[in-house]
């Protein structure tokens, strides 16, 4: 952990992380690549399995059919961490465990085979809290139905999981309920450039970190590797904050959720003072409520990829019961949004365009410090601007988009040198422009 930091009891919270110098905005705070990780059953075809890039094609492990790699270099490169969980997926062929439980059993095979870098880690998996004590039985029910797979799973290669394990493993990880408890409640999701989730990690020290609700920091994803990064100035004895859940959301939901996943009652200021819920329900109640109560069925059509039904239903909703809401009302902005995705998928991108420029005026007010939605937000308006060859008009989301990502990206980034190219390209086309009408 960098020199920056220290562990500390934080009061009412329990283990934190605070600051012992000056932290400044936009500064690197930690990296860290995680103890175990995956990738998500649901885009095991798309992403590279050792470096969790997305490709057209992959080479497919030949032995248990699901590991994928960009090319022989990473196929090798991951052998050392794949070689015992192949054996695993070949035993249970055709089933396939749960992301969780394939996580788990990567986690004891990196505490059976412990690297040397792991020793300077601020907090281990052995202090990670399983909050069984304060789980519901259905929830407690379950986990032990992923324990059980979990077993099953790894009976080829760590037999006596269940009979007390083995010596190798810290105590508390030798219960497999315990672990896939740990696992639940301290593992990060895993995003792409784009924010897109595709796999899931442990990074121990990070589970450190308190919730808040508008955090001092964030985290971004360059592969499996975290960057943690300042979106504001945190002073010495202050402590770090990220957010574990996607805060553009009311209080009593974000709270439901922290509650249900993390068994918290969160009371950090934005919380207590609700700050932002009544622009969230600005406009007519019974209307709001029409655009609400479609949601779910929008996002079952999202998640079947039905994008031409998605469109159209997006659409007449927003041109009739969407049309007198202001557009930052937190229903008609996912409406919004969706109709964003589902216009890129078909190809419409003028409508696209439109959809995505109403979004900006309300990320702005929803993201007020620096955050990585609101600049790959920008970023992809920028880029349909460009493609439309509104030069100037995506110039200046391109710029925006930078000014809110060099801090939350870091300028080594590979989605930032992404950025950079395409201002220059805008740049040169405006040139262009210009001396052609001289």
């Not at 175990?36 to 059953?41: I, L």
């Not at 070949?90 to 040397?116: E, G, M, N, W, Y």
């Not at 985290?219 to 770090?240: C, S």
């Amino acid at each position: 952990m960098a020199t920056k930091l220290q562990r500390f009891v934080s009061p009412g919270k329990g283990n934190g992380v605070r600051a012992t110098a000056r932290i400044r905005r936009g500064e690197l705070v930690y990296s860290a690549e995680p103890l175990g990780c995956c990738v998500s059953n649901r885009l095991a075809r798309d992403v590279c399995h050792h470096c969790f890039t997305r490709r057209e094609t992959l080479l497919r492990c030949s032995q248990c059919k699901m590991a994928r790699y960009c090319n022989i270099t990473c196929q090798k490169q991951a052998w050392s961490g794949h070689k015992r969980e192949c054996k695993c997926l070949q035993s249970l062929l055709p089933r396939i465990p749960t992301d969780s439980v394939r996580l788990a059993a990567r986690l004891i095979f990196a505490l059976l085979s412990p690297s040397k870098n792991s020793s300077e880690e601020l907090y281990t998996l052995e202090e990670h809290e399983s909050h069984l004590s304060s789980m519901s039985e259905q929830k407690k029910q379950g986990l032990s139905q992923l324990a059980s797979m979990l077993q099953l799973y790894l009976q080829q290669e760590v037999p006596d999981l269940a009979q007390g394990m083995t010596s190798a493993l810290p105590p508390s990880c030798q219960e497999p309920l315990n672990l896939i408890a740990k696992v639940t409640s301290n593992c990060f999701t895993i995003s792409d450039g784009e924010l897109q989730e595709i796999g899931v990690g442990l990074y121990p020290s990070l589970s450190l970190l308190n919730h808040d609700c508008r955090p001092n920091c964030v985290m971004v994803f360059e592969g499996t590797k975290l960057r943690l990064r300042a979106v504001r100035d945190i002073n010495p004895e202050e402590e770090l904050t990220i957010s574990y859940i996607e805060t553009l959301s009311l209080t009593e939901d974000r709270q439901r959720q922290l509650e249900d996943q993390y068994h918290f009652t969160c009371h950090c200021q934005r919380c207590d003072s609700q700050d932002t819920d009544r622009l969230m329900l600005s406009g007519e109640e019974a209307t709001w409520l029409l655009l609400k109560e479609a949601l779910p069925k929008l996002e079952g059509l999202r998640a079947e990829s039905d994008w031409q039904a998605l469109l159209e239903s997006c659409r007449h909703l927003l041109s009739t019961v969407g049309g007198d809401m202001p557009e930052e009302n937190l229903y008609k902005l996912r409406m919004t949004d969706m109709a964003v995705d589902a216009s890129i998928q078909l190809g419409h991108w003028e409508e696209a365009v439109g959809y995505g420029e109403k979004t900006l005026p309300a990320y702005r007010q929803y993201y007020p410090d620096p955050h990585p939605v609101h600049g790959v937000q920008l970023m992809r308006v920028g880029k349909l601007q460009h493609y439309l060859e509104r030069i100037k008009d995506a110039f200046d989301t391109f710029r925006q988009a930078y000014e809110i990502m060099k801090l939350t990206h870091g300028d080594d980034h590979s989605l930032i040198a992404e950025l950079l190219m395409k201002m220059e390209e805008c740049r040169a086309e405006m040139d262009q422009q210009s001396s052609s009408r001289h």
